[in-house]
């Protein structure tokens, strides 16, 4: 997958969301995803589930909602224990590559080490080898 491209071919506006999740470990060549998860603004989730992206529950401890079309899934919040950033705080610290903004790796390793997953581990030690290179 080209994540550059498929991002772009969304046309969201910059400014109203960033690239988070596995997305940035992916545009750093640390290694590849599958899907594309976007920490939006609460008016774009708004403009993204009025044109059709579906609304689904997060299982789990930290619930909410988030919405869902095709590779693409957005969030308005990222909560995770400890970890509960603004989609506002992350969006202007964004480092923009190829010209879409991407969650910079610190971030996205605060975000791996609170979740605590078993491919969250694995990720924190591929970035963390990544930050030390």
């Not at 992206?53 to 789990?60: D, I, R, S, Y």
């Not at 509960?84 to 996205?108: M, N, S, W």
């Not at 975000?111 to 969250?120: H, I």
Request: net charge negative; proline share 8%; hydrophobic share 40%.
């Amino acid at each position: 997958m080209d994540i550059f491209a498929e991002v772009k071919r969304l046309n969201l506006p910059l400014g109203q969301y960033v690239v988070f999740g596995s997305g940035p470990l992916m545009a750093h060549g640390i290694r590849d995803t599958t899907d594309v998860d976007l920490f939006v603004t609460p008016s774009l989730y708004q403009t993204l589930k009025a044109d059709g992206w579906a609304e689904k529950e997060l299982t789990g401890p930290n619930g909410g909602l988030y919405l869902v079309s095709g590779i693409y899934e957005a969030y308005d919040t990222w909560p995770c224990g400890d970890y509960d950033p603004t989609p506002e705080a992350i969006i202007a610290a964004a480092d923009l590559i190829q010209g879409v903004p991407f969650t910079p790796l610190a971030e996205v390793l605060k975000w791996k080490r609170a979740f605590g997953r078993p491919k969250d581990a694995a990720d924190v030690e591929l970035i963390e080898h990544h930050l030390r290179a």
